[in-house]
């Protein structure tokens, strides 16, 4: 019986010994309120929409990127690549399997997208198209 023990702890701390956890900095956030956030939207897909550069309102980088379902709520506000957005959002925990069977992930992400307000948008230079008529040949 003892030989048995011995097999189920030293699996047990090989198990745990493989658990990998992944944006760290979100960990220290209660999963119980709502925090704000400023980040870069970089690419916006009909259900998904990647953000970079995620950081708390105070300016403290949490992650350099980070996928968002795209709700109604997200989608009415008809966002593009490069805004610079502010919104209110809480952290949930999800786990991802890894290659390894006795590994896998701990990650943190954002969940329930409120409030959310476009700081700023990057224009389209329209500049190109005007000054290519006024471009004089050598």
Known sequence: ????RKVENSFSLIFFQKVVFMRKKL???SKNRQYSFTATVSIVYPRHILI?????????FLSDHMW???????RSKNLKEGDRIRFAAHIHTYYKNSNDQLMYQIDYGLSQIRNIKIISRKEKNHAENKSGSNKSTE
């Open 1 to 4: 019986m003892k030989r048995k």
């Open 27 to 29: 960990k220290k956030f």
């Open 68 to 74: 968002l379902a795209a709700s109604t709520r997200i």
């Open 52 to 60: 970079h550069n995620v950081r708390s309102v105070e300016g403290e």
